[in-house]
């Protein structure tokens, strides 16, 4: 009965997004509020079947219900429970239902916090909503059913994908869900202004607080995906420029662009055109991913999906939600209002060339990634586009923008004086050369790029350091002075600080590891040692153990250092005998913002093992970049300037009122 009630709720909330989609609207048009909150109610009422629908899914795989093909599927009775909860979301079906679950949800937070919102407005944005969230339900409930049962249930389950028992499917695909269905609202703002016709200053305040928290856990999502592919798939690499993490970049940096779109648009009325067709490209890019990722198209080790069925439908929610939304703006956009004028050389300026840049980097991840999915549809012959290609076209294109990321925040509203940005500037250059010159003298003049491109990131830290102690005259007022300056400084000040920031730690460990990496790959048998990067790594012993649904060889290596032992590391590999294949489970020992890292290949017929150590220098800044990134944007959405919902006006005073 749990998979019927399952089924039922999920067929409910379909019903509820039905009424949703299309009363609201009639109510706008006909100008009639009672019809118009039935956008609340029902968006109020729908997360409750959709979470109810998904925990049903959740308790039949905890209590392996093999009777129902989803868990037939992808569990096994053995399997830990927290592998049987994260394998609900480790399958097509299963992701799908969370998928629309956290777009339910996002539907009932606009319904609950929106209540500042004009009533059509509300009602537009809500109406837009619920035709996704009906999409979505159609395309579950028609081609991706999780609660099909099984004529004859098995006794056993074919268990989850190994890959994917492991810890970061509880955190990486929940958080890449939010990011990609969070900007739903972003784009359901931008559907709704375009058929009021009306767009203003109040309007991106209210669209700004939902595209940063899409943004927030977007960055964390890939920030985790990145971790999980770095430590589980053994090759010690953070991102090989799949095209399915291409498909989580491409909204990110639009959404990138959004959020600073957005900031022109509220503080100065203008860009407004642009913003809305940024929200409308941002969660076109969301379910471009959706459909990469689940329409066969792709052979990559993220893709869920292989039933030509599936791709025909999403293709369809593809072409009608992004060829109707673009198609609205061209019938539309020309109605809007063009906002302020603003110079070149202004804050303004600044962030109209952080969009030109992000937009074009997106752009060219986007070629490369659709181009041979094109080319094959077109000439049949296949081809693929690599590392080359993307560091080549992406790389130089985020050189310029890093290069003015320190003088926006630094230059006027309306017209701005470069000159004074660049002399409060002077001590990031400064330190940005002096980093250069010593990691040349370290490097002894080879890797001539890597030291001027951790210059680049120390000069775009030092540009966020110089904007707050700008604001808080740290060191031209006295000290208590500057204290005070900084708490009274707002939220999203130190938000945008701490995010910049964030993107030049990044930097410096992506070109550390990629410059520095050290590496060891061979065979080694008990009491041989290995020598990397000044570390030795003994194998001591290997041994077998038996987990819940697998059988583990572990191998134990002593490391150490100049003849002190510092710690001991157990890799091992994993054979789940259910799916006839293996996992490589890496160790790692983390030095400060550096890792050793060991994984295991096969046993060699001497008795030896293939084992790859590689030492990675600051690699951890990689991940911890994103971390600061996102950091920031949770300072900015607790600014109390950022609420969700324009701010009521103020009340006049009585004895105002009293003298009109």
């Known amino acids: 009965m749990i998979a019927e009630a ?4 999920l067929v409910l909330a379909l019903a509820l997004a039905l009424i949703q989609s299309t009363v609201p609207i009639l109510g706008a048009r006909l100008h009639d509020p009672a019809l118009m909150n039935v956008a609340r109610s029902t968006a109020l009422a729908q997360p409750l079947f959709a979470a109810l629908s998904f925990t049903a899914l959740v308790m039949l795989h905890v209590n392996s219900d093999f009777s129902v093909a989803n868990v037939f599927e992808n569990s096994h009775s053995m399997k830990p429970l927290l592998y049987k909860i994260t394998g609900v979301w480790g399958n097509h079906e299963g992701s799908m239902l969370l998928w629309v679950s956290i777009l339910a949800l996002f539907g009932g937070l606009v319904a609950a916090f929106g209540n500042n919102l004009p009533l059509t407005l509300r009602a537009n944005v809500l109406a837009v909503q619920g035709w996704i969230a009906t999409a979505f339900y159609l ?11 099984l004529a004859n249930p098995p006794i056993e389950g074919r268990d989850l994908n190994p890959v994917l028992q492991d810890i970061g499917l509880a955190v990486h695909p929940p958080m890449l869900y939010l990011g990609y269905v969070g900007f739903s609202i972003s784009f359901s703002f931008a559907v709704a202004a375009l058929i009021e016709g009306r767009i203003d200053a109040a309007w991106a305040r209210w669209v700004r607080p939902w595209t940063l928290v899409a943004w927030i856990f977007l960055t964390l999502g890939i920030a985790m995906g990145s971790y999980w592919a770095y430590y589980e798939l053994g090759w010690g690499g953070w991102w090989f420029w799949d095209p399915v993490e291409n498909a989580s970049l491409m909204p990110w940096l639009a959404g990138t662009a959004l959020l600073h779109s957005a900031v022109v648009m509220e503080k100065r009325n203008a860009l407004k055109v642009w913003t809305i067709l940024l929200a409308i490209l941002t969660f076109s890019l969301s379910l471009l991913g959706t459909f990469l990722v689940r329409s066969g198209v792709l052979t990559s080790v993220h893709a869920f999906a292989t039933d030509p069925t599936r791709g025909v439908f999403i293709l369809l929610i593809l072409c009608i939600f992004i060829g109707g939304s673009l198609t609205l703006y061209m019938w539309r956009a020309s109605a809007l209002k063009q906002g302020g004028l603003f110079a070149p050389i202004s804050r303004e300026g600044a962030l ?12 060219t991840v986007f070629v490369g990634t659709l181009y041979p999915l094109a080319l094959e549809v077109l000439t ?5 586009v690599g590392a080359p290609f993307f560091n080549l076209t992406f790389g130089p294109l985020f050189v310029p923008l890093l290069l003015a990321v320190p003088f926006g925040p630094l230059l006027a509203w309306k017209r701005g004086d470069i000159k004074g940005a660049a002399q409060r500037l002077m001590a990031a250059g400064v330190a940005a050369l002096v980093a250069v010159a010593l990691l040349w003298a370290w490097t002894k003049g080879g890797a001539a790029l890597a030291p001027l491109a951790i210059g680049l990131a120390v000069f775009v830290i030092g540009g966020a350091i110089t904007d707050l102690v700008e604001r808080t005259q740290l060191f031209r007022a006295p000290f208590g002075t500057a204290m005070r300056r900084a708490r009274g400084l707002p939220r999203s000040t130190w938000g945008t600080a701490f995010a910049h920031a964030g993107v030049g730690v990044a930097l410096i460990g992506i070109v550390c590891e990629t410059t520095w990496n050290s590496e060891y790959i061979g065979t080694m048998k008990p009491n041989e040692v290995a020598k990397i990067a000044g570390y030795e790594l003994r194998l001591d012993d290997v041994t077998q153990r038996q987990g819940p649904n697998f059988r583990e060889m572990i191998a134990t290596f002593g490391v150490s250092q100049g003849g002190d032992k510092l710690s001991v590391m157990t890799p091992s590999k994993r054979n789940f005998t259910t799916r006839q294949s293996s996992t490589t489970e890496a160790a790692l020992l983390s030095r400060g913002f550096s890792q050793l890292y060991i994984s295991l290949g096969d046993t060699a017929p001497d008795g030896g093992i293939a084992v790859r150590i590689y030492h990675k220098p600051m690699v951890l800044l990689i991940w911890f970049g994103p971390v600061l990134m996102a950091f920031g944007g949770l300072l900015s959405l607790s600014d109390r300037r950022l609420r969700v919902g324009a701010p009521k006006p103020a009340k006049v005073p009585r004895a105002l009122q009293a003298a009109e």
């Not at 395309?139 to 049962?149: D, E, G, V, Y």
């Not at 109209?352 to 752009?363: E, I, R, S, Y």
């Not at 049949?380 to 693929?384: A, Y």
Request: a positive charge; one cysteine or more; aromatic letters at 12%.
């Open 139 to 149: 395309f579950i409930l028609i081609t991706s059913n999780p609660f099909l049962r």
């Open 352 to 363: 109209v060339l952080n969009n030109l840049f992000l937009t074009t980097a997106c752009a």
């Open 380 to 384: 049949g012959d296949k081809i693929s």
């Open 6 to 9: 399952g089924h039922y709720a």
